[in-house]
Nanobody, 121 residues
Framework: EERTVESGGGSVQSGGSLRLSCKASGDTDSNVYMAWSRQAPGKEREGVSSIDRYGRTTYADSVKGRFTISQDKAENTLYLQMNSLKPEDTAIYYC???????????????WGQGTQVTVSS
């Protein structure tokens, strides 16, 4: 069974940057697909970015050009570099994993507890 633990959230001013990390543990191997999603206050959770085992990436339109997803397979760690942050990026960010490539769909099997990102204007 996979487990994911997010870290790296915090508070930043508009235009700033943060890097989120997600450590995966359990039955990890090269067949694991991972993704980031977020949930803002009063809004539904939305997919942010995903990466497949070949390193191919997918991004929501709202973060394209500002966020970069990457992974360190040796460390079983997923990253999300967030630049040019906006107040509307304020949300709890969740890491997800599965053995199916769900891209930005919110049906991954394993989810972390989330990490809070707050962007002030």
């Amino acid at each position: 069974e996979e487990r994911t633990v997010e870290s790296g959230g915090g508070s930043v001013q508009s235009g700033g940057s943060l890097r989120l990390s997600c450590k995966a543990s359990g039955d990890t191997d090269s067949n694991v697909y991972m993704a980031w999603s977020r949930q803002a206050p009063g809004k539904e959770r939305e997919g942010v970015s995903s990466i497949d085992r070949y390193g191919r990436t997918t991004y929501a339109d709202s973060v394209k050009g500002r966020f970069t997803i990457s992974q360190d397979k040796a460390e079983n760690t997923l990253y999300l570099q967030m630049n040019s942050l906006k107040p509307e990026d304020t949300a709890i960010y969740y890491c997800a994993a599965d053995r199916v490539n769900w891209l930005l769909r919110l049906v991954y099997k394993y989810w972390g507890q989330g990490t809070q990102v707050t962007v002030s204007s």
